[in-house]
């Protein structure tokens, strides 16, 4: 069991920055691949960018070169940074941590963090 708890979300002005922070508890941190994920109103959630548990990165094409996805093992925490933020970047933003186990893929989730970009 893992428990995700976000923060760092709220109202900034288009071409600014935020940093998301993702804290687990509950188990071994360094073995989850780690993804955020955004949700839009009347949108359907949509993975933003991912982590592995080696540390390798992909990311959504709408925010490539514009978000950064990072992890500290030592604290238990995935962040993303996002800059140059958008309008369209308005979303709740969601963590995501999961593994793959004989019998399919084990998936947790966070409570979800809201950021509005908007002048």
């Known amino acids: 069991q893992v428990q995700l708890v976000e923060s760092g979300g709220g109202l900034v002005q288009p071409g600014g920055s935020l940093r998301l922070s993702c804290a687990a508890s509950g188990s071994i941190f360094s073995m989850y691949a780690m993804d955020w994920y955004r949700q839009a109103p009347g949108k359907q959630r949509e993975l933003v960018a991912s982590i592995a548990s080696g540390g390798s990165t992909t990311y959504a094409d709408p925010v490539k070169g514009r978000f950064s996805i990072s992890r500290a093992n030592v604290k238990n925490t995935v962040y993303l940074q996002m800059n140059s933020l958008k309008p369209e970047d308005t979303a709740v933003y969601y963590c995501?941590?999961?593994?793959?186990?004989?019998?399919?893929?084990?998936?947790?989730w966070g409570q979800g963090t809201q950021v509005t970009v908007s002048s």
């Open positions: 995501n941590a999961n593994y793959y186990t004989p019998f399919g893929r084990q998936d947790y």
